[in-house]
């Protein structure tokens, strides 16, 4: 009977524990080539999202640069597992096998979300630019976004303004656009950003873009005068495709805004919702804070 008992409780407390772990949010991190140093930012990522308690974290990390073919056939990530897959990848071309489950994971519903070089990756990759809007390319490549001082959106059409670029790395601004959208709600207004590259001139299809955030790029450290896009969603099939083009460095990655807009643009992709709060030590419009 002992035994029979012992069995019920143990029965009972995994089933309690497989629903906790039910709660969570699957995500996958996709990392392996980066002009970053992507070893050192995945565990910070992996870490502030592990630690949100909203998610259960994997790392799929493909092959080196220049591998050969038979490497890459142990790249095949089962998206479909997954609620969220981030992108902290920048480099050659996933097979097309990987490239059409990836499309079919965010027609189908799936989540995505695109952390600072990422959008640098795939230029040739069509559905991944209608994903992402917006990428590191060339003026030729397609239109750019940005806004006006008096808050308009402008779309200049390909080679007119800069291309793809950014000044010298300094504390930022970032500017709320959307203080309605439920990753926005609650943050301030306008809020510092820790030392980042301030991208500027991105390109792309940028259609059916929702800017969440944008930053000004001041002349003086090497900008464009204009304000740029630093958060954004596009809708993709049934799937919604966030990205934020902040997230250099370590030091970046450690600004306490950047980590709320990653982790709460996770749960929103994933569940259309946000449950995450805004923390407390969230950074104010003069001073940046860092996460410990
Ligand atoms: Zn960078």
Redo the contacts with the bound molecule.
């Keep these: 009977m002992k035994r029979l008992l012992l069995a019920l409780v143990c029965f009972s407390l995994l089933a309690v524990s497989n629903v906790f772990a039910a709660d969570k949010l699957k995500l996958l991190i996709i990392d392996g080539q980066n ?2 140093n992507w070893k050192a930012t995945t565990p910070i990522l992996k870490d502030f999202l592990t630690g949100s308690g909203k998610f259960e974290v994997e790392v799929a990390t493909t092959p080196p640069n220049k591998s050969p073919a038979g490497d890459w056939e142990k790249f095949n990530p089962d998206f479909t597992k997954f609620n969220v897959v981030l992108s902290n990848y920048n480099g050659e071309l996933w097979p097309e096998g990987v490239r059409k489950n990836f499309e079919q994971y965010v027609s189908n519903g799936g989540g995505v979300v695109i952390v ?2 990422a959008n640098n990756a795939f230029p040739e990759w069509p559905e991944f630019n209608r994903m992402i809007g917006l990428g590191w390319r060339g003026a030729n490549y397609g239109d750019r976004v940005t806004f006006s001082g008096e808050g308009k959106v402008v779309r200049s059409p390909k080679n007119e303004g800069p291309g793809a670029g ?1 000044g010298s790395q300094h504390d930022f601004s970032v500017v709320t656009r959307d203080r309605e959208h439920p990753v926005m709600k609650d943050m301030p207004a306008e809020w510092m950003h820790v030392k980042d ?1 301030l991208y500027h001139g991105q390109r792309g299809p940028a259609l059916d873009m929702h800017i969440l955030a944008t930053a000004y790029s001041d002349k003086k450290t090497g900008g464009t005068d204009a304000h740029e896009p630093m958060v954004w969603w596009i809708p993709y099939g049934k799937g919604k495709v966030f990205t934020t083009v902040m997230g ?2 370590e030091v970046s990655m450690k600004c306490i805004g950047f980590q709320s807009v990653v982790a709460r643009g996770s749960e929103w992709v994933a569940t259309n919702k946000v449950t995450l709060p805004v923390p407390e030590k969230f950074p104010t419009a003069t001073a940046t804070s860092l996460a410990e």
Excluded: D, S, W
């Design positions: 002009n970053h600072h070089a950014h590259e250099h460095a």
